[in-house]
């Protein structure tokens, strides 16, 4: 298959992590005969530099055409004045928009290899964990009328049905080949537009017989991930709530460096690590490329339908980390860690 692949690789480790997902990239096209075209945008603080706009429309332009998009990490201290017009971040939240890339998933697993890396006791984390937020990526607080006034400032959460029932679709459906248990996360118990929520995902259900739907205030989820974690499977949320969630979810783990996720539901796919920029380690060749490398297979997975040669990146990573390869994040004490690029060659050598 030939498949066009916008790159972006943004600020900070984002360059040399996606450095090691497209050389990942490349021994499956070799090894799969496939051909892979890579074009390079500018997104981020870098684009800012340059165009004094994170994300210029040209750069929009080269990803909506695109088969689909890699994404490494955007900002740094450099372009985090709170105050300032144009930041990194808009950068990303207009392309999650342009792309209508509503459905996040993030996956957050122990993998088995770094078992104890989890801060969480083992009594605790014994039950395993692997879980899916599904966070709604392009409406809510983030995207709802916001502004200033003499008296002090204020943002809005909207959700529209439609957009809470497509969501919902979303988790359903991915909750049907798994436990078929979905936690769908509001405060309800607060906020109208959670109530709509609620009641959405209640009509959709019947859509799905067979899947139970558990509501949980997200306090109390908050409570319950780090409480009892292996009760969750897939969690549906709004924007904002995921994005929190899904950092606790990643700290479950306690491995950041190895999350990837997918952001689709629109015309083009957006894959990205779900750790950020990590300025202070940026340039060192240091970084875990493998969330970068892990969402370069979920591309191929989600988005070009290429299972197989998914599978044999997972495989390449287990494998890997099984004879206790690791870079500095996850090395623990005494270990010695391999650099970025070694650790993307040898994830290459093992596919
Ligand atoms: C994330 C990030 C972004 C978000 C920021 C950088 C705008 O935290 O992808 O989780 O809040 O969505
Ligand atoms: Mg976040």
Redesign the pocket.
């Known amino acids: 298959m030939t498949k066009n692949i916008a790159v972006i690789e943004g600020d900070g480790i984002g360059i040399e992590i996606t450095a090691e997902a497209v050389r990942v990239l490349k021994k499956i096209e070799s090894k799969y005969n496939h051909t892979f075209n890579f074009h390079y945008v500018e997104m981020g603080g870098c684009a800012i530099d340059k165009y004094g706009t994170a994300l210029p429309d040209f750069s929009l332009d080269v990803c909506r055409k695109a088969d689909a998009v890699l994404l490494g990490a955007v900002?740094g201290p450099k372009w985090d004045d709170p105050t300032a017009k144009v930041r990194p971040?808009q950068g990303?939240?207009a392309l999650r928009a342009g792309l209508e890339c509503f459905a996040n998933i993030r996956p957050a697993k122990v993998y088995k290899p770094l078992a104890d890396a989890s801060p969480l006791k083992a009594s605790i984390i014994g039950g395993g964990f692997d879980i899916i937020v599904v966070r709604e990526l392009t409406g809510g607080i983030y995207f709802g009328e916001s502004g200033r006034d003499e008296k002090g400032a204020f943002d809005t959460e909207r959700y529209s049905m439609e957009e809470v029932e497509r969501i919902a679709r979303v988790a359903f459906k991915i909750a049907g080949g798994r436990r078929r248990v979905l936690h769908s996360v509001d405060k309800a118990n607060v906020l109208e537009s959670s109530r709509l929520w609620r009641e959405t995902v209640a009509r959709v259900s019947k859509e799905y017989p067979g899947i139970e739907v558990i509501n949980m205030l997200v306090d109390n989820a908050a409570m319950q991930l780090v409480r009892n974690p292996s009760q969750f499977d897939v969690i549906l949320t709004s924007n904002m709530f995921g994005?929190i969630l899904?950092d606790e979810a990643s700290q479950i783990t306690g491995s950041i460096g190895m999350l990837a996720s997918a952001s689709v539901g629109g015309k083009t796919g957006l894959y990205e690590p779900?750790h950020g920029s990590a300025p202070d380690i940026a340039g060192k060749n240091i970084a875990n490329p493998i969330a970068a490398i892990l969402s370069a297979a979920m591309m191929l997975d989600m988005s070009f339908g290429m299972k197989e040669e998914a599978n044999a990146i997972d495989r390449a990573v287990n494998s890997v980390l099984s004879d206790g390869y690791r870079t500095a994040d996850i090395a623990g004490e005494g270990v010695a860690a391999v650099s970025t690029s070694e650790m993307g060659k040898m994830i290459c050598e093992r596919i």
């Open positions: 900002g971040e990303l939240l994005d899904s779900i």
